[in-house]
């Protein structure tokens, strides 16, 4: 059963920062792709960064220098270092992978396994 558990959500000011985590369990991360999702209330999820199985890293436009996604294959972790966030960033963030991710993008329908997510508050 594949189980993928994120943790390391929580509140900030703005110009703060969180580390987020992926633990995935039933299911390699060797040769998979794997991306973060956001989802705030009353918007549609948006896809925030995605490491494809072949290719580029995508991240979306808005946290381009300020957001790094990364993976631990030995440990099957997924991270995502948010730096400088705004209120704007405040969503509940889900991780995801796909057996076979090709492309540069970050689409949800493309993923095979989700997280239930962890929440970010960004507010002062």
């Known amino acids: 059963q594949v189980q993928l558990v994120e943790s390391g959500g929580g509140s900030v000011q703005p110009g703060g920062s969180l580390r987020l985590s992926c633990a995935v369990s039933g299911f390699s991360l060797d040769n998979s792709g794997l991306g973060w999702f956001r989802q705030a209330p009353g918007k549609e999820r948006e896809g925030v960064s995605c490491?494809?199985?072949?290719?580029?890293?995508y991240y979306v436009d808005s946290v381009k220098g300020r957001f790094t996604i990364s993976r631990d294959n030995a440990k099957n972790t997924i991270y995502l270092q948010m730096n400088d966030l705004e209120p704007e960033d405040a969503a509940v963030y889900y991780c995801a992978v796909a057996r076979n991710l090709i492309g540069y993008g970050c689409s949800g329908y493309l993923m095979d396994y989700w997280g239930k997510g962890t929440p970010v508050i960004v507010s002062s």
């Open positions: 490491i494809p199985s072949e290719g580029r890293t």
